[in-house]
């Protein structure tokens, strides 16, 4: 059985860091798309994917709601994961004279604020770790790359300033999928569960499917659409409750949703974070 846990990105990516922190006895796999780490689930070459889906001051993570319910895996966990910005340059770079920052899409406006304030030129990059890598090679000191420390210890760079985030709590949460489904177990902080759905093609169908979680007393906690089929008419539902399938209130309000809707799916059971309880009391 593989030792492995498969991730989007390089090495020293965040998504590598999420592996480091919530299954440290595990080997990081690399994987260059999302496709990519599902499918190293899929085939056997990885035992579990960490999968980025959403961060807290970009959104949700394009496409991703699309891969997971085609994927045939099952959600066994969460992970929330406090994303720093560093900026990283070659030993003996100085942060005066770095002229341009190499980052991804995605990152390059979280940290907007630092760079306009010491007139760097943000530069798009297809992964931060990536974007560390070359900086690292191209040995130049006036290029610096947006990255985590631990990309800076493996990639050999110096931490030119730390934590240059806009927004002080930013963070990144993340799904860690696996083959087989675990419903047997019952966290410290609760469960959550994972399902999507299709309403059926009634008046006020969404809104009768939704009201078995509110008479039934479950906090539904997401609930996205998207398009499926490339049918306007065809709408698909990610949603996540608290509670677990077993709970009898949960129960009825599936039962509930169940008959209003065409397709249901059962996505995940898995212990909820600590973190969302230190949001509460926060």
């Known amino acids: 059985m593989s030792n492995r846990i498969a991730f989007q990105g390089e090495l020293g990516a965040y998504g590598h860091q999420a592996c480091v922190e919530a299954r440290s006895g595990m080997d990081p796999l690399p994987c260059a798309t999302f496709e990519d780490a599902i499918e190293a689930v899929r085939s056997g070459a990885a035992e579990l994917g960490m999968i980025a889906v959403e961060n807290s001051t970009y959104g949700r993570v394009a496409d991703v709601h699309h ?7 099952h959600i066994v966990d969460e992970a929330f994961v406090r994303v720093h910005i560093n900026l990283l340059g070659v030993p003996g ?50 290029q610096g790359a947006l990255a985590s420390e631990l990309a800076a210890e493996i990639y050999g760079l110096d931490v030119l300033a730390r934590h240059i985030e806009d927004h ?19 966290g410290n902080y609760g469960m959550m569960t994972s399902f999507v759905f299709r309403v059926r093609n009634i008046p006020a169908a969404l809104y009768k499917a939704m009201g078995g979680f509110a008479t039934n007393g479950v906090n539904m906690t997401k609930l996205e659409s998207y398009m499926v089929g490339g049918d306007f008419t065809a709408t698909q539902f990610y949603a996540e409750i608290e509670g677990h399938p077993d709970d009898r209130n949960v129960q009825l309000a599936l039962e509930e949703l169940d008959y209003f809707t065409d397709h249901l799916k059962l996505m995940g059971v898995y212990p909820a974070a600590a973190r969302r309880r230190e949001k509460r009391k926060g």
């Open 93 to 142: 770079a100085r942060l005066d004279k770095v002229t341009h920052a190499h980052g991804h899409v995605v990152i390059l406006p979280q940290c907007a604020g630092f760079l306009r304030e010491h007139g760097i030129r943000p530069v798009t990059s297809s992964d931060n770790a990536r974007a560390a890598r070359e900086v690292a090679e191209g040995g130049d000191p006036t």
């Open 168 to 186: 002080d709590r930013n963070t990144t949460r993340f799904l860690v999928m696996s083959r087989t489904p675990d419903l047997s177990r019952r």
């Open 67 to 73: 891969l997971l319910p085609e994927s045939g895996l």
